[in-house]
């Protein structure tokens, strides 16, 4: 599975971007996909989830400020930021875990990441 993520930038406080993140799946099904992000110094968080149903989960600190949505034929999520805030500046990373045909076990796989600066 290889995951190409595309959106990150520079933005100013009080604005939005919209990240997506395509996946190449030939011979794997996709479970859940989601973005992480990590910032100078500190440990990978996840920011959100969703799954092959469309339930969605959030982690603590996107505070109602970010959506994210699947398209599933496309095999593409998005996370959608609004009132970015100069303490979100950090390298974003689209996440999905995978199985292969056949095989029950889950593995996860990430993208190369996008930098998201946000300016005060």
């Known amino acids: 599975v290889q995951l190409q993520a595309s959106g990150g930038g520079l933005v100013q406080a009080g604005g939005s971007l919209r990240l997506s993140c395509s996946a190449s799946?030939?011979?794997?099904?996709?479970?859940?996909m989601g973005w992480y992000r990590q910032a100078p110094g500190k440990e990978r968080e996840l920011l959100a989830s969703i799954s092959s149903d469309g339930s969605t989960m959030y982690g603590d600190s996107v505070g109602g400020r970010f959506t994210i949505s699947r398209d599933i034929a496309k095999n593409t999520v998005h996370l959608q930021m609004n009132s970015l805030e100069p303490e979100d500046t950090a390298v974003y990373y689209c996440?999905?875990?995978?199985?292969?045909?056949?095989?029950?076990?889950?593995?996860?796989?990430w993208g190369k990441g996008t930098l998201v600066t946000v300016s005060s």
């Open positions: 799946t030939s011979g794997f099904t996709i479970n859940a």
């Open positions: 996440n999905a875990g995978a199985r292969r045909w056949g095989r029950s076990n889950v593995i996860d796989y």
